[in-house]
Structure formats: C-alpha cells, structure tokens
C-alpha cells in the first residue's frame, strides 16, 4: 500500500534537478532547447531576395488562378466532359483549389524564411485567458504585424493584397448561381385582359349563368391547364418550376353572391358579371390557399391563422391576422358569353413582401 502525501506538499518534477528525481536515478534532466541557428536566409541577402522572388511568384500565380476561376465560370459549357467529368466543374476546382494552395504555400514560405526568427517559450496557464494575456496577445499580434516586415517588403505586400482581393471575385462571380433577379415578377401573375378563367379540375371555361347563387368555383387561367392544345395565339409557353410558380400566384375563386348584398369599392361596379365575382386565392397573410366559403354571410376563412374576408365588401378583412384585403380579379365575358379576365390583379396577390410598397392601388 503506497502513503499519502501531505496536502499541498510540492513534488519535485523529472529533471527539475540534476542528477534526476530523488528515488528515481533513471530520470533525465531537463534537455532545454537545442542551440539557435540562423537560418541560410538570415545571413545571405542574396537568398533572401530570392525566397522573396519566390513567394510573391506564388501570390501571383495565385491571383492569375483566381481570374482562370472566372473565366472557365463563364466560357466552358457546363454539357462538356473531360476524363469523365465536367470539364467545368473540373476547372474551377482547380484554379480555385491551386489559388489557395498557393497562398498558403507562400504565407508559410513567408513565415519560415523571412520573417523574424526568435524562439518563444511559453509557461503553461490555466486555460481562460486573463486581461493581462489579452492585452499581451494584442500587444504580440502588433508586434507581429511589425516584424513581419510587411513595411519593408513591398512586393510581397501587394502581390498577397492582389492574390486575396482576387480571391474575392470567384465568390462574387458565383453569386450568379442564385439565379436571375425576380424584377417586377412578385407584382404581377400570368392573368392578362382577355384570357379565359376556367375550372381548375376539369379546364372547362365558365359563363357566369353556369353558377349557382352561393356557389364557389376554384379557378385558373387557360393558359395553365394541362394538356391543352398548341395555343394559336401564341399565348406563353410555360412548363417545369415556372409554371408551377405562375399556377400557385394565378389561382382563383369565383363566387356568384346576390348582387344586391354587393358593396363594390368605388370604381369597381363593373368588375362582376351578374353577381359572379373574382378574387385571388391566396391568403394575403402568409399565402395559404383558401377556399372555405360561407355562402349566407358571403365570407371566406383561411384555415392556416383564421383570417376571414368578406367577398361581398370587396375581400376586406374581418378579422385575423391578414394585413391586406383579397385582391380581386376583373372580370368581363367574351363573344361566347364565357368569363374572361380584364386584366391582371390591380396588385400584388399573396403575402406582403419587402419591396411591395405601401398602400394598394384601388384605382381601375
Ligand atoms: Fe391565412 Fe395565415 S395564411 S391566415
């Protein structure tokens, strides 16, 4: 069984003193650090000039591989291959990829060569910092900058401010990526004057005599049902994601509401056919689709937050948390009698978003 040693007693670590620990002879001194040499750089200006050559060589190649990333960005078809791969993909890999190595490269060559070489030895410490520790790292990290000897080395300073500003144009350049801006395409729909609403299941146009008082109609433009034929008036072609987008901004509900329960907002009493109204059918709170109608009180209730609007006083809100009303459509009929469309929404449908502006334009 080993004693315990007293509290607080002080043991003697290995090769604190000479001749080893007492009790243990076979534990060596300390070594200390080996002898200090200079380095070839230190002594010999010629070298130094040359290893200076020879990083601000890497910083350049370094920014000449950042402007290769660029234009391989813009001038290889991304359909080519290469050994298997996309020769795009394979492009920029490398130039961006050898653009850092080199950076590093020469920041390191910088640092072994030519910056100032003293050894440092640093006593373990507890591992939070003190404000004397912080205030000394501030103090080393100037002293760095200053040994560094960025001042007296010019060519070395402007060939790494050009390698790392030219690094910054590949992460712009990509930006591209995200995809065009969405301009004035949050503002408007696929709606246009003229074009027929029809049901959104079977694709049938509709004429306003086909609804029955109360009943509510989930409808779309022409142009977005599926299967139909080669548009002859050259209407726009959509598929894929677009129009999936221009199917959920372009949904609609129409409903056919006694017209003497109709308060139509000033300048908008021709916007219905014989009681048949239009409006969007996206909620203006966070865009649910919603087509919950209570035909006796002519309301219309989003399941997602409980926002209600009333069709019959021009889709105002009456009550949740929807800040504007339901825009609506206006309608017209065509030479047989089917709805149609007058125009796009006088504003944006579905949920506010940053660049919409302020109050809505109730003007026709
Ligand atoms: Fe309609 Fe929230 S999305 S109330």
Known sequence: ????????????????????VPGNPEAMDNP??????????????????????QIATLFGLAALLSIA???????IDEHVFFLGTRASNLALGLSLGLALLFIGIGAIQWAKKLMVDHEITEERHPAVSSEEDRSAALTAFASGAKESDIG?????????????????LPAI????????????????????????????????????????????????PDILVENEEDDPEGEENLEGH?????KAKAA??????????????????????????????????????????????????????????????????????????????????????????????QEPVGPSFWERGGEEDRSV
């Not at 069984?1 to 080893?20: N, V």
């Not at 990333?69 to 001038?75: D, E, G, I």
């Not at 006083?313 to 149609?340: C, H, K, M, S, W």
């Open 1 to 20: 069984m080993s004693e315990d040693k007293g509290a607080g007693e002080i043991q003697p670590r290995y090769g604190e003193q000479s001749g080893g």
């Open 32 to 53: 200390g650090l080996p002898e200090h040499l200079p380095r070839p750089t230190d002594v010999d200006p010629r070298l130094a000039q040359r290893a200076e050559r």
């Open 69 to 75: 990333f660029c234009v391989a960005y813009f001038a």
């Open 152 to 168: 007296r080395r010019p060519l070395i300073r402007n060939s790494l401010i050009g390698a790392l500003g030219a690094l910054g």
């Open 173 to 220: 350049v990509a930006l591209r990526d995200l995809g065009e801006l969405p301009g004035d395409k949050p503002s408007r729909t696929v709606w246009t004057r003229g074009m027929r609403v029809v049901n959104d299941v079977t694709g049938a146009p509709i004429r306003a005599a086909d609804m029955q008082l109360g009943q509510l109609v989930n409808a779309e």
């Open 242 to 246: 677009e129009m999936l987008n221009a």
């Open 252 to 345: 609609v509900i129409l409903v056919r509401i006694d017209p003497k329960d109709i308060t139509p907002y000033p300048g908008r009493k021709n916007w219905g056919i014989d009681g048949v109204l239009c409006y969007s059918k996206i909620c203006t709170h966070v865009g649910c689709p919603i087509s919950l109608y209570e035909q006796t009180t002519h309301h219309l209730l989003c399941p997602c937050h409980q926002s209600t609007f009333d069709l019959a006083d021009n889709g105002e809100v009456i009550f949740g948390p929807a800040a504007r009303t339901l825009p609506q459509l206006p309608l017209g009929v065509d030479d047989e009698g089917y709805l149609i469309a007058m125009s796009d929404f």
